[in-house]
């Protein structure tokens, strides 16, 4: 939509229809908690994986990824979260901002805003962090509001917001990723925005709203832009079905088990053939993890495919729960040792990579590699229920958890190993 009648545009703005949504994602409405034990290892875990993010591939991949709806919900899912519920949102930007905020100043990313009322913080975050790193304060809340206001406001498909936040770097480029809540659907819908690289943000002395530009420049907040805010208004009468047709979008579905049909599964099996069949003694590249168990292997590979994967591998976000399970048992209770030890190693790799050793941290990319390459001649077989009952069966092994409490060991003789393979 490009109103007419405009006058001469000033070359510091942007069209509002240039800052275009980077996805959504639907899902159902979850109101569990996640308990401390989890949510300590949410934030360990998910610094762990954005400093190794940082280190191979730059701040803006990581701005540019928590903008892809498909890997936001592998995040969470590979954090122990729900694979498909609303609370992934709340619950991985959480831990986030907690674990990344204390060491922004040396990641040189910063994470504002929050659920409920933090959320209305965002402004006076953004105006603190403007102070300290020189940031155009004013450029970066306005962005804020006005993401929010489009998905609050201007797009009017039922859903009210009630969680916003919002992701900058250092350098001025920024990712939005807010939420908001329908009540008679009993669904959430998540909404991501992302500035897309575009240099000038932090640089332009006005007001303005970056993103990819897509036509004309137009400063919407002066008098004269009064036909542009009309336009923008008419976005009210619009079928949001149709707004959203040209981005990413995410639908998760109700049920709460992990299916078959949830899952890729050649991409699963290669994953744990490469874990608990073929082993690190049969891969060169795999040395620097000698000592690692079957078990962590699987959950190293699902963490090594979230690091490194390219964005086509994450149309299925429930195979990440195969790496730690979910809070409410689904697939399996929550391994707690294992989490543990992914924890350490990975930590460990960023750790060495830093002065030089980077040994570790390329084992685990080779995981992920290896595992990609596996999948050209791999054949699944149809054990995956019962490869889910195992994982269930064996997670007392693991210190397994969920919010209803500890895992017990089976009543019944354990099975023999199962696999896709």
Not at 129 to 148: N, Q
């Amino acid at each position: 939509m490009q109103p007419t009648g405009t006058p001469a545009p000033c070359p510091i703005f942007r069209t509002f229809i240039g800052m275009k949504r980077s996805g959504s994602a639907d899902l159902p409405l979850h109101y569990g908690y996640v308990p401390k034990w989890l949510a300590e290892r949410m934030a360990s875990l998910g610094l762990a994986i954005t400093e190794t993010i940082l280190a191979d591939y730059g701040k803006e991949e990581v701005l540019r990824r928590l903008a892809d709806p498909f890997w936001f919900q592998s995040l969470g899912a590979v954090m122990g979260m729900d694979w498909h519920s609303s609370g992934i949102t709340t619950s991985v930007m959480g831990a986030l901002k907690r674990a990344i905020n204390p060491h922004g100043a040396s990641l040189g990313i910063y994470i504002c805003g929050g659920k409920g009322k933090f959320s209305t913080e965002t402004p006076a975050e953004l105006a603190r962090l403007a102070e300290s790193t020189g940031l155009d304060g004013h450029e970066l809340v306005h962005a804020s509001k006005l993401s929010a206001k489009v998905d609050n406001t201007a797009v009017q498909d039922g859903f009210q917001l009630y969680t916003h936040n919002f992701i900058v770097s250092d350098t001025g480029q920024w990712t939005v990723v807010q939420q908001g809540m329908n009540p008679g659907s009993k669904t959430a819908r998540r909404y991501h925005w992302h500035s897309a690289n575009v240099q000038s943000f932090v640089e332009e002395p006005h007001t303005g709203v970056c993103g990819i530009s897509q036509g004309d420049i137009l400063n919407l907040t002066a008098n004269e832009a009064g036909t542009t805010r009309q336009g923008i208004l008419q976005i009210t009468g619009e079928d949001p079905m149709q707004m959203v047709r040209d981005f990413q979008r995410l639908i998760m579905p109700n049920h709460h088990e992990v299916h078959a049909k949830d899952v890729d599964l050649k991409r699963l099996g290669s994953v744990l053939w490469v874990a608990h069949d073929r082993g690190i003694n049969n891969f060169e590249e795999l040395l620097a993890l000698q000592g690692v168990g079957p078990r962590t292997l699987q959950s190293l590979t699902l963490v090594s495919e979230v690091i490194h994967g390219t964005p086509s591998r994450f149309r299925d976000p429930a195979r990440f729960s195969f790496a730690h399970g979910g809070k409410d048992g689904h697939p399996f209770p929550v391994p707690v040792n294992v989490y543990d030890e992914t924890i350490s190693i990975l930590q460990t790799a960023v750790q060495k990579a830093k002065i030089g050793n980077s040994d570790k941290a390329e084992a685990i990319q080779k995981l992920h590699e290896i595992a990609a390459r596996a999948e050209k001649d791999f054949v699944p077989n149809d054990n995956f229920d019962a490869l889910v009952q195992q994982e269930r069966d064996e997670s007392w092994k693991y210190s397994g958890n969920t919010v209803f409490g500890e895992a017990k060991p089976p009543q019944k003789p354990k099975s023999d190993q199962l696999s896709l393979f």
